[in-house]
């Protein structure tokens, strides 16, 4: 089988096709044929910022066609999804049953992939928020595979005002379109400037780094600001203090390995919402395994809207 790898960091150059054995589930797992792959930022930016290669794993979709020792519930032929550990951009890939759930009927397995991991991480990092009805909110990245999710689903929460940051102009119409009541840029200025209002109750941000003081700035007195992106960043405690404001990490493994109940509760409450028409994934792009590198560049050059998906 095809399976993407590299050897040293660096940027999507680096990245490369090998052909190996397809993989012999072990105890607790599938073999997926792939249909699938989900491509994130900080996969990303591991494989251009970690000394040490890691396998490219993330969420896939696709089809079981084999079963480990003591799998109950699955069966060769059904369709899943779920985040892999190991590696996922290949024709196959290993998933463990605690980590996959069924594809409904009428959905794709770019929709699933497009929908499970990025929508958990939204949803979950809304939970975080603690969101209260008629709160103002702003979410920033909203035009990635987790932000436009993230925007979509604040709105259903019952946010009262929705303001959507992007790095670029012409993504405004694309967030607009989710149901964000306006959206605003990064720029020297602040995002509270640029943003009418007396604040934000809370901010889902997922790009840390420079623009995290800022977003700290734009919370009003008691916000809360939830931070799930790899990008670090710094925040003064003085600016926490002055406002009582808070902020909170958020990471989607540690639920996935230590709360897998939870986990579970919001696969099921996003496919609901994805039945009901209240949650539309949107992807950006489908590349072909050979082109993994273009997907890699796609997320590096911050110019997707919506998912960005390889396709075996």
């Known amino acids: 089988m095809r399976r993407v790898r590299y050897e040293r960091s660096g940027g999507p150059e680096v990245l490369f096709l090998e ?40 969420e896939i979709a696709g089809e079981v066609v084999a079963l480990g020792e003591g799998v109950r519930g699955h069966a060769p032929g059904d369709r899943v999804t779920g985040l892999v550990f190991g590696h996922g951009y290949a024709d196959y890939a290993l998933l463990h049953t605690a980590m996959a759930s069924p594809v409904p009927d009428g959905a794709s397995a770019v929709d699933a992939v497009a929908l499970v991991r990025s929508g958990l991480v939204a949803f979950g990092a809304l939970e975080a928020a603690r969101p209260a009805p008629g709160e103002a909110a702003l979410i ?36 607009r379109g989710l149901g964000a009541d306006d959206v605003i840029t990064y720029d020297r200025e602040g995002l509270l400037d640029q943003a009418s209002g007396e604040g934000f109750d809370y901010v889902l941000d997922a790009v840390g780094g420079d623009l995290l003081p800022s977003a700290v700035k734009a919370l009003a007195p008691h ?90």
């Open 140 to 175: 920033t990245a909203a035009a990635s595979g987790v932000g436009h999710l993230a925007v979509q689903l604040a709105k259903s929460r019952g946010a009262g005002r929705v303001v959507g940051a992007v790095s670029d102009p012409g993504k405004a119409d694309f967030v």
């Open 223 to 312: 916000g809360r600001l939830v931070a799930y992106s790899s990008g670090g960043g710094t925040v003064a405690a003085y600016d926490l203090l002055v406002g009582a404001k808070s902020v909170i990490g958020f990471q989607m493994a540690l639920i996935a390995r230590g709360r897998p109940e939870l986990y579970e509760a919001w696969r099921r409450e996003l496919w609901r919402l994805y039945g009901a028409g209240e949650l539309r994934p949107a992807v950006h792009g489908r590349f072909a395994l050979e082109d993994a590198a273009l997907a890699h560049a796609a997320i590096e050059e911050r110019g997707n809207l919506g998912k960005v998906v390889l396709v075996p």
């Open 19 to 58: 052909e190996v054995p397809v993989p012999e589930p072990g105890p607790g797992e599938l073999l997926v044929r792939v249909e699938a792959a989900g491509v994130t930022l900080p996969v990303v930016r591991k494989v251009r910022e970690q000394r040490d290669p890691i396998a490219l794993g993330g």
